[in-house]
């Protein structure tokens, strides 16, 4: 009995059920890619979109760089920004000045809450209505003027809303200083730092970050490393040095 014909046919059918599997196994495969999981957008922490403008203006480029970099702002945030460096590092030197003046607000707060006695207490808040003081001169110049004061119930400042005042403001200093109230009020202005290394300003996510980059990070690292390798040294230099004072004195 001849039986090629029968074996012939299976290897046909076989080679049929291979390929059916292998247009399955594509098709599958395209079917996952066309519906993948969407990936996940980066954990955005509190006030880090606010302060987002406030941490690119305070970071200004070498003036060589300054056009393209009002360019990019503009297309950013949808504004068109103007180029008076002057006017805008004036501006600039006041929101610092109002960012050290709420930061020494707040530690001041904290030292009244943690004070004992009265005295101490009435001191440190005499300290915070001189502050208030100083916060008003840099914020009278608002359109809307915003004010700084103190209140002892609470042992904590507070923003207030005065009266109008026309006066000829950059788009730039009034945002940042909304900003600032925004973030100040929700208690989250401790995060607006400045990088221990390049000077740069930050938004810290978390309260142990104190550097800009890693870069940063890793240059801190190694100059405290070369710092304890010269301070071991002098250590052991001063160690030797004791020893052989005592070995040439001999034993007391």
Excluded at 49 to 59: S, T
Excluded at 124 to 134: D, G, H, M, N, T
Excluded at 162 to 171: E, R, W
Aim: net charge positive.
């Amino acid at each position: 009995m001849d039986l090629s014909f029968f074996y012939l046919r299976k290897g046909q059918d076989a080679r049929e059920n291979v390929d059916v599997l292998c247009d399955a196994k594509i098709d599958i495969a395209s079917h996952r890619k066309t519906y993948m999981r969407p990936t996940r957008k980066p954990y955005e922490f509190p006030g880090e979109r606010k302060a987002r403008f406030l941490i690119d203006w305070l970071n200004p480029p070498r003036r060589s760089d300054r056009a393209a970099w009002l360019q990019s702002l503009g297309k950013q945030y949808g504004r068109h920004f103007d180029d008076q460096l002057a006017l805008d590092n004036e501006a600039r030197r006041r929101v610092l000045m109002l960012l050290d003046c709420l930061n020494q607000m707040s530690q001041l707060a904290k030292l009244i809450r943690d004070a004992k006695g009265p005295r101490t207490r009435s001191r440190y808040a005499s300290f915070s209505k001189e502050i208030a003081v100083s916060l008003h001169e840099i914020l009278d110049r608002h359109t809307t003027q915003p004010a700084v004061v103190w209140n002892d119930a609470a042992m904590a400042h507070s923003w207030i809303q005065l009266k109008n005042v026309p006066v000829d403001l950059s788009y730039q200093e009034m945002r940042t200083v909304e900003i600032i109230r925004n973030l100040d009020e929700r208690g989250l202005l401790w995060r607006i730092k400045q990088c221990g290394v390049c000077r740069r300003w930050l938004y810290a996510r978390r309260t142990t970050q104190t550097f800009h980059s890693d870069r940063c990070r890793k240059k801190a690292f190694a100059a405290q490393r070369s710092k304890n390798r010269t301070y071991k040294k002098v250590r052991a230099s001063l160690k030797e040095g004791r020893m052989k004072r005592r070995t040439r004195n001999g034993p007391v």
